[in-house]
């Protein structure tokens, strides 16, 4: 039986036209001068902290405590402003599965599981009122390191179920080859999606439990039972 469902958020659950790699771009032009500062760098399934570590890297920046902590302050600033501008959407069939993973007999707790950082991912849930239906998560600021993010939200969850887990009892819900990876390093099952950074053909060669367009064709009852 499953207990623990895991969410990745961009691409998975929400489309925002890019606002958090605007944001970013932002961040670093208005807090360090550094102008295009996100061309030819990687987001996809990547983690916030490992993001913003590269691009102070390649700019010879310093990675200190102070400097993130300057950036952190720019980027949620921005990225509030950025998605009440852009246009965005929650994924097809993010909400139905939501509901129907609820309304199971034996109902799994809900969480994420994510590279953003925590205040990252909480405004662009609330901007598309989703925030409020996740009870915990692992997050971007966690670890930089996204299969260990894997490991503090399977602890989490266990913790709020006052049970012990087992990879087998979890699924990871994601739409990169990296939610991918992350959830085989807690020996989660994995539901990959074709909404976001890969297409259900390079999501099927890392081989998934599921693989599907959308979230309109997965059902609650075939993924948890």
């Known amino acids: 039986m499953i207990k623990l469902v895991l969410f990745d958020i961009d691409g998975t659950l929400i489309h925002t036209s890019g606002a958090g790699q605007k944001a970013f771009a932002s961040a670093f032009a208005a807090e360090f001068d550094v102008p295009r500062a996100t061309e030819r760098v990687s987001f ?3 983690t916030d902290p490992a993001i ?39 994924h097809d069939g993010a909400w139905k ?11 799994p707790l809900i969480g994420l599981l994510t590279g953003n950082i925590r205040l990252g991912a909480e405004i662009k849930l609330r901007h598309f009122k989703l925030w ?27 913790a709020l179920l006052e049970n012990k887990l087992r990879g087998e009892e979890i699924i990871v819900i994601g739409d990169t080859p990296f939610d991918i990876q992350c959830a085989r390093a ?9 909404t976001g950074g890969s297409t259900l053909e390079q999501l099927k060669v890392h081989q998934p439990d599921w693989a599907v367009t959308s979230l309109q064709d997965v059902s609650a009852k075939v993924i948890c039972r």
């Open 44 to 46: 996809a399934g990547r």
């Open 52 to 90: 913003v570590r590269e691009i102070f890297l390649s700019n010879d920046l310093d990675p200190t405590v102070e400097n993130f902590r300057r950036f952190w302050d720019g980027y949620v600033f921005w990225l509030d402003h950025l998605l009440a501008q852009l246009p965005g959407k929650v």
């Open 97 to 107: 599965l939501l509901q129907d993973l609820r309304q199971l007999s034996q109902p």
């Open 132 to 158: 409020d239906e996740f009870a915990m998560g692992g997050f971007g600021d966690d670890d930089e390191n996204r299969n260990r993010i894997a490991a503090i939200a399977h602890a989490r969850g266990a």
């Open 186 to 194: 807690i020996e989660a099952k994995v539901l990959a999606v074709a």
